[in-house]
């Protein structure tokens, strides 16, 4: 079936360093894309999204890169910080009308000082 | 800022029991949503609920499940009897308009079944 997957579960950076947090999604009629960090013990949070008739977006420190061609979703984050360690995951909706969020699996961003 | 407040932080109950997770959304929000989290897995959607009723559910939210807006600010989710497999973390959220990032989590209630 359809599915938004992430390819590499774990990410060690070090602090000041350029994350690159990558996502594969497989739904064609996706047209919306969002990137949630979670912290541990909280919530989702809202990080950035994208809209399928972009192909980047930038937000502070964090930029969001739509390649449709090979279904690809990437994160990027700037000079990385270790308040950034956290569960990265982005998530599809927008196909077969429903705008409900399909969660990837998640890539757990690791900060080193 | 606005948060979504859930509660309560964690629940232990016996297996076969009923459980009510509450969640307070951000008031001027329409839409509602119920997602849980088992251990180290993905954030899974369970259902929405928009002017009082249903709008969307996945094949998580079987008969066991039920969600309510009892007044005016308060979200419940109703697990029947409980099994040991809804162990999890069951996050609320909101948003103002569906099809849109806003969407605000809750930081979740811990749910674990004995």
């Known amino acids: 079936g359809e599915s938004v997957g992430l390819h590499l579960p774990t990410l060690s950076v070090q602090e000041g360093d350029n994350s690159i947090i990558n996502c594969a999604y497989s739904?064609?009629?996706?047209?919306?894309f969002i990137w949630y960090k979670q912290e541990s013990g909280k919530g989702p949070q809202f990080i950035i999204d994208?809209?399928?008739?972009?192909d980047k977006r930038q937000g502070q420190r964090v930029t969001v890169l739509l390649n449709k061609t090979v279904k690809h979703l990437s994160l990027q984050i700037a000079a990385t910080q270790p308040g950034d360690s956290a569960v990265y995951f982005c998530?599809?909706?927008?196909?077969?009308?429903?705008?409900?969020?399909?969660f990837g699996r998640g890539t757990s961003l690791i900060v080193h000082p | 800022e606005p948060e979504v407040t859930q509660t309560p932080s964690h629940q232990v109950t016996q297996m076969g029991q009923e459980v009510i997770l509450r969640c307070v959304p951000i008031?001027?929000?329409?839409?509602f949503y119920w997602y849980r989290q088992i251990l180290g897995q993905k954030v899974e959607f369970l259902v929405s609920?928009?002017?009082?009723?249903?709008?969307?559910k996945s094949e998580i939210f079987d008969d066991q499940f039920s969600v309510e807006r009892p007044d005016g600010s308060n979200f419940t989710l109703k697990i029947r009897s409980t099994k040991l497999e809804d162990s999890a973390m069951y996050f609320c959220?909101?948003?103002?308009?569906?099809?849109?990032?806003?969407?605000?989590f809750g930081s979740g209630t811990r749910l674990t079944v004995v």
């Open positions: 739904n064609s009629a996706s047209d919306y």
């Open positions: 959220a909101s948003s103002e308009a569906v099809g849109q990032a806003g969407y605000t």
């Open positions: 008031s001027n929000h329409l839409y």
């Open positions: 609920f928009y002017n009082n009723e249903i709008s969307e």
């Open positions: 998530a599809e909706t927008g196909s077969g009308g429903s705008y409900i969020p399909t």
């Open positions: 994208i809209r399928s008739n972009m």
